[in-house]
């Protein structure tokens, strides 16, 4: 059971994503445009020789798009199918529970990405996994 969950900040809140799926953090690169791609698709990266397909967190949860940050990152995510890159606001650090304590809000069905919520040292992290999304978006490009 995964106990490890990378901590990020998206649109002013916190969010935590499983550790297992993701190979590393990279800093923000523009990405080249891919016609025809996917609406949250950014475009693509060459990564040491692997494309990387580069998803728009914000976009993906239909948040507000914002100018880039210098703090931006790529969290890259392995799929059966390639290399996939989420961009979010900003990486914080490793954080750890149980995933047993993963909490969803009463009235709401989980999402494909959104698995709940957690409260962990007094903050609520919005538990995400792009996993699924990641493998659906490399079967497509």
């Known amino acids: 059971m995964n106990n490890q969950w990378i901590s990020f900040c ?15 953090v990279l800093n923000f690169q523009e990405p080249s445009p891919v016609p ?13 020789g692997e494309v990387l ?11 507000p798009q914002a100018p880039s940050a210098e703090d931006a990152k790529i969290i ?15 990486v914080e650090a490793i954080v750890g529970f149980d995933q047993d304590t993963i909490e969803s809000p009463p009235n709401y069905e989980s999402t494909q990405i959104i698995m709940g919520t957690v409260h962990r040292e ?12 990641c493998e659906h978006v490399a079967r497509q490009m």
């Open 76 to 90: 890259s995510i392995e799929t059966d199918d390639g290399l996939c890159g989420i961009v979010v606001d900003n």
């Open 36 to 48: 025809g791609a996917p609406y949250d698709v950014e475009g693509i990266l060459n990564i040491r």
């Open 122 to 133: 007094g903050q609520l992290f919005i538990v995400a996994d792009f996993q699924p999304h």
């Open 10 to 24: 998206l649109a002013g809140e916190k969010y935590a994503h499983p550790v297992e799926s993701i190979k590393e």
């Open 53 to 63: 397909t580069v998803i728009s967190a914000r976009k993906l949860m239909n948040l």
